[in-house]
C-alpha cells in the first residue's frame, strides 16, 4: 500500500546542512501495524510527516519516493495531495492540548476532515462525528460533541484526536508518539483503541515512538531508526528474540522490568 523508496530528507536552514533521514526504504501493507522505534532526534517523527505530507517548508530538501497507490507523495501538486490527506492518510500527534483549537468545540474540529473534503450538510456532519467520537468509547458523545478541549482529560483529548483522524474512514493511520503525554494507565487503553481501529475497519497503522516496550504490544513489524537511518528491522519477535544490532540490544536492556506486585525499585 506505502512504499519508500531511498528517503532522505535534509534541513538547509543553518550554515551547513543537516540530514535527519538519510536513505532509508520500507513498505507497509494494507492493514498492517509498523512501528518505528528510536530515541529523540532519529528521524523517525521526520518519516511520518513526509508520509503524511506535512514537509512543505521551503529550507527542506526531500529526495527519493513516497509511493501511495503509484502517485510519489514527495513531490505531487498541493490541490493532489489535500485529496488524499485526512480522507486517505490520516495523523495522529503527540500533544492533543496544542493539536486542538482551544477556541472550537470538540464537534466543529472533528468534522473538519469531512468539511475539507465537501460535505457541508450540518446534519450529516454532526451524525458522523457523534458516531466517530462513539466509536473511540468516549462516554455522552452529544455531550462532549458540545464542549470545549480544556473540560476534557488529556486521555480524552487524545480519543478525540483519534475520532478527527479516522471520521474519513483513511486507509493508513499515523499515529506519532500518541501516548506519550499520558500516563500508563491510558496509554494501555490507547494502544488497545489503536488495535481494534486495526481490526475492526482493517486500517494499517504506523505507530512511531521511542518506547520499543509499547511497539512491542501493538505492531506486527518494527524498524528501529539511529541518526536518520534503519539500524534494524523484523518481525516484533525476531527483534526482541534476536537482535542484532547493538543499538537495538540497548533499547531492549533499557526497558524496565516488572517488578513483583509490593516490590519498588530503588
Known amino acids: 500500500m506505502l512504499c519508500v523508496n531511498h528517503l532522505t530528507i535534509e534541513f538547509h536552514d543553518h ?9 532509508i526504504s520500507f513498505t507497509l501493507k494494507e492493514g498492517e501495524i509498523l512501528g518505528i522505534v528510536g530515541e529523540s532526534g532519529s528521524g523517525k517523527s521526520m518519516t511520518a510527516l513526509a508520509v503524511a505530507g506535512l514537509l512543505n517548508r521551503g529550507d527542506i530538501k526531500k529526495s527519493g519516493e ?9 513531490f505531487v501538486d498541493r490541490s493532489e495531495l489535500r485529496n488524499i490527506q485526512g480522507k486517505d492518510i490520516a495523523i495522529v500527534f503527540q500533544d492533543p492540548l496544542t493539536g486542538l483549537n482551544p477556541l472550537r468545540k470538540i464537534g466543529w474540529q472533528v468534522e473538519e476532515a469531512l468539511r475539507v473534503h465537501g460535505e457541508r450538510d450540518k446534519m450529516k456532519l454532526r451524525e458522523a462525528a457523534i458516531k466517530a467520537l462513539a466509536d473511540v468509547k468516549l462516554p455522552e458523545p452529544e455531550k462532549i460533541y458540545q464542549m470545549y478541549p480544556h473540560e476534557l482529560s ?35 487503553q490507547i494502544i488497545e483503541l489503536l488495535r481494534e481501529i486495526n481490526q475492526t475497519a482493517d486500517t494499517a497503522i504506523l505507530f512511531i515512538s521511542h518506547d520499543l516496550s509499547l511497539v512491542k504490544q501493538l505492531a506486527e513489524r518494527v524498524l528501529v ?36 506486585k509490593g516490590v519498588k525499585n530503588e
Open 66 to 74: 513516497i509511493l501511495w497507490e503509484g502517485k510519489n507523495l514527495l
Open 154 to 188: 488529556g486521555g480524552m483529548r487524545q480519543r478525540v484526536m483519534i475520532a478527527a483522524a479516522m471520521i474519513c474512514k483513511p486507509k493508513l493511520l499515523i499515529a506519532d508518539e500518541p501516548t506519550t503525554a499520558l500516563d500508563v494507565t491510558i496509554q494501555a
Open 15 to 23: 550554515s551547513l546542512p543537516e540530514t535527519a533521514v538519510d536513505d
Open 225 to 260: 531508526m539511529k541518526d536518520g537511518k534503519i539500524a534494524e528491522e523484523g518481525t516484533v519477535e525476531k527483534i526482541f528474540q534476536n537482535p542484532s544490532a547493538m543499538y537495538t540490544k540497548e533499547l531492549i536492556a533499557a526497558i524496565p522490568a516488572m517488578l513483583p
